[in-house]
């Protein structure tokens, strides 16, 4: 018998998939090469979606890593047991990350037999020496035939990852980044700044002086420019990284951004239910050993009223819709909305806020200081 959770709204649900055949330099997320546990693993996602019962579900996205290293049984394993466990809804969105390099025919008309209606795909470039330089597996022309293969086994809901900021790349290489990517007629590109997280191999080389990381200044060219070649191509500007055709937003990743209440099942997989997060271990062999003995591998933390506000400001600001003040108002009072307006006004003022339709958005140069804007707005006390 299903076990239902009380959500207001259809959750998301994310299988976090940690095996990478190499790790590439700048990724934070957590993540193994230990491909050999990968059936055991998959057994343990299965056990874990048994032991948290089951939900209304709206939106699947199986992320990584590389969920494309895992094969078409433990594919199949796995979404045999999301249809045993939970109400998945008819129109449901349902993603799965793939590396272009693991993109075959074989592969795709396997993914034929499966209910994924969009794929991922981090293409990053499409100079191959600066794929090279993040120890991606693929090439440049693996990335565009992986589109097309996919094309032709009738995937028509394709996102490709970008990346810009390189050192030493100039506004010309991400300009031609940008148009062969544009060639490609995807529904949805995210388009990221290349970080220097803590703890990985890029940060290592950064500290080391090996590299030299671009100037803010760069950022905002290479930015300013994107942004622009998006409009002009007619994508949707809808998420501070995001740009998606008419109707093609990613509607699991809103899900982070619009407050909706989320699942997530694997090592190092979140949960969010309105009122608390949780977090599964970072942990392969932890998170498989706790699961085997029925242990839920996770800690859960409650959200006071001002961790959710924080939140609230820090997702749905991001979003082209932004804050709703309405919203602010029916959930934390009137009191918060002038809260909320005073510590806007210096932004308001210098133009990095706007007002408009009642919602309290992010303009253009405003998008450039989101984290000052951010951190001015959220409440400490």
């Given at each position: 018998m299903k076990k239902w959770t009380t959500f207001a709204c259809m959750a998301g649900l994310y299988i976090h998939i940690p095996f990478c055949r190499s790790r590439c330099i700048y990724c934070g997320f957590y993540s193994t090469t230990m491909l050999d546990m990968r059936q055991r693993y998959a057994d343990a996602l299965c056990q874990e979606m048994r032991m948290r019962g089951g939900?209304?579900?709206?939106?699947?996205?199986?992320g990584g890593g590389t969920p494309s290293l895992l094969t078409g049984p433990m594919l199949h394993q796995l979404f045999d047991t999301i249809e045993d466990?939970?109400?998945?809804?008819?129109?449901?969105?349902?993603t799965m990350e793939c590396n272009p390099d693991d993109v075959s025919v074989d592969f795709a008309e396997m993914l034929r037999t499966l209910p994924i209606n969009r794929v991922s795909m981090g293409l990053q470039s499409f100079a191959d020496k600066r794929l090279q330089f993040l120890r991606r597996r693929h090439t440049s022309s693996q990335g565009r035939q992986a589109v097309e293969i996919l094309r032709q086994a009738g995937i028509g809901n394709i996102s490709i990852d970008l990346m810009f900021g390189f050192p030493g790349e100039t506004l010309e290489d991400w300009e031609y980044d940008i148009e062969q990517a544009l060639r490609l007629e995807v529904e949805h590109i995210s388009a990221y700044s290349l970080m220097y997280e803590e703890g990985t191999p890029l940060n290592e080389m950064l500290e080391r002086h090996q590299v030299s990381a671009a100037d803010d200044d760069t950022y905002i060219i290479m930015y300013e420019k994107l942004v622009e070649k998006m409009k002009e191509a007619g994508y949707e500007h809808y998420e501070i990284s995001n740009f998606a055709r008419p109707g093609y937003q990613s509607r699991h990743n809103s899900s982070y951004w619009d407050e909706t209440p989320y699942l997530g099942i694997g090592a190092a997989a979140h949960s969010y239910d309105l009122k608390s997060r949780s977090c599964n271990v970072s942990d392969l062999k932890q998170y498989i050993h706790s699961i085997e003995h029925g242990i839920m591998p996770s800690q859960r933390e409650i959200l006071s009223m001002t961790d959710r506000y924080n939140d609230m400001i820090t997702t749905r600001l991001r979003t082209s819709r932004g804050i709703s003040l309405d919203a602010v108002r029916t959930s934390y009072g009137e009191d918060m909305v002038a809260y909320l307006l005073e510590n806007a006004a210096a932004h308001l003022a210098n133009n990095w806020l706007k007002v408009e339709n009642g919602h309290l958005r992010l303009t253009l140069s405003g998008i450039m200081?989101?984290?000052?804007?951010?951190?001015?707005?959220?409440?400490?006390d």
């Amino acid at each position: 018998m299903k076990k239902w959770t009380t959500f207001a709204c259809m959750a998301g649900l994310y299988i976090h998939i940690p095996f990478c055949r190499s790790r590439c330099i700048y990724c934070g997320f957590y993540s193994t090469t230990m491909l050999d546990m990968r059936q055991r693993y998959a057994d343990a996602l299965c056990q874990e979606m048994r032991m948290r019962g089951g939900s209304a579900i709206g939106t699947i996205y199986l992320g990584g890593g590389t969920p494309s290293l895992l094969t078409g049984p433990m594919l199949h394993q796995l979404f045999d047991t999301i249809e045993d466990v939970y109400e998945v809804n008819d129109t449901a969105e349902i993603t799965m990350e793939c590396n272009p390099d693991d993109v075959s025919v074989d592969f795709a008309e396997m993914l034929r037999t499966l209910p994924i209606n969009r794929v991922s795909m981090g293409l990053q470039s499409f100079a191959d020496k600066r794929l090279q330089f993040l120890r991606r597996r693929h090439t440049s022309s693996q990335g565009r035939q992986a589109v097309e293969i996919l094309r032709q086994a009738g995937i028509g809901n394709i996102s490709i990852d970008l990346m810009f900021g390189f050192p030493g790349e100039t506004l010309e290489d991400w300009e031609y980044d940008i148009e062969q990517a544009l060639r490609l007629e995807v529904e949805h590109i995210s388009a990221y700044s290349l970080m220097y997280e803590e703890g990985t191999p890029l940060n290592e080389m950064l500290e080391r002086h090996q590299v030299s990381a671009a100037d803010d200044d760069t950022y905002i060219i290479m930015y300013e420019k994107l942004v622009e070649k998006m409009k002009e191509a007619g994508y949707e500007h809808y998420e501070i990284s995001n740009f998606a055709r008419p109707g093609y937003q990613s509607r699991h990743n809103s899900s982070y951004w619009d407050e909706t209440p989320y699942l997530g099942i694997g090592a190092a997989a979140h949960s969010y239910d309105l009122k608390s997060r949780s977090c599964n271990v970072s942990d392969l062999k932890q998170y498989i050993h706790s699961i085997e003995h029925g242990i839920m591998p996770s800690q859960r933390e409650i959200l006071s009223m001002t961790d959710r506000y924080n939140d609230m400001i820090t997702t749905r600001l991001r979003t082209s819709r932004g804050i709703s003040l309405d919203a602010v108002r029916t959930s934390y009072g009137e009191d918060m909305v002038a809260y909320l307006l005073e510590n806007a006004a210096a932004h308001l003022a210098n133009n990095w806020l706007k007002v408009e339709n009642g919602h309290l958005r992010l303009t253009l140069s405003g998008i450039m200081m989101s984290d000052t804007v951010m951190s001015d707005l959220i409440k400490t006390d």
